[in-house]
């Protein structure tokens, strides 16, 4: 018999996907419509098999009524260590004036600069 992950069980990006969706009580499909993105992409996410852009994360954040940060954490793009370097990732994250391949090397730029100075904080 098959286990369900509820609450704070969830462990995956598309396990709590999957419960947010069933509490929103929508079908992948009602998902799909409200999202933009295709039925079979957000299949593929739900079970592991992609990994959503921020972009992605942030349509279904909205459709879902949840927090994009939410989901940028458990997507592995925020961590949850520092409020300054969330407030940082979370604003280039939801900069739609850039490309996906732009905020990538923005964060990965803020990274490097932040262990480079060897600071908490990044001061």
């Not at 009524?65 to 961590?79: K, W």
């Amino acid at each position: 018999m098959a286990k369900l992950n509820v609450g704070k069980t969830v462990g995956t990006l598309g396990d709590y996907l999957r419960e947010q969706r069933s509490q929103a009580r929508l079908s992948l499909r009602q998902l799909a419509e409200l999202t933009g993105v295709s039925n079979p992409y957000l299949s593929q996410i739900e079970r592991g098999l992609r990994k959503p852009s921020a972009e992605v994360l942030q349509q279904l954040a909205k459709a879902l009524r949840i927090s994009a940060e939410t989901l940028y954490v458990r997507a592995g793009i925020l961590d949850l260590d520092d409020e300054g370097e969330r407030s940082v990732q979370t604003a280039v994250l939801a900069d739609a004036a850039i490309t996906e391949r732009q905020k990538q090397v923005l964060l990965d730029i803020y990274e490097s600069f932040r262990r480079e100075s060897d600071v908490p904080g990044g001061n």
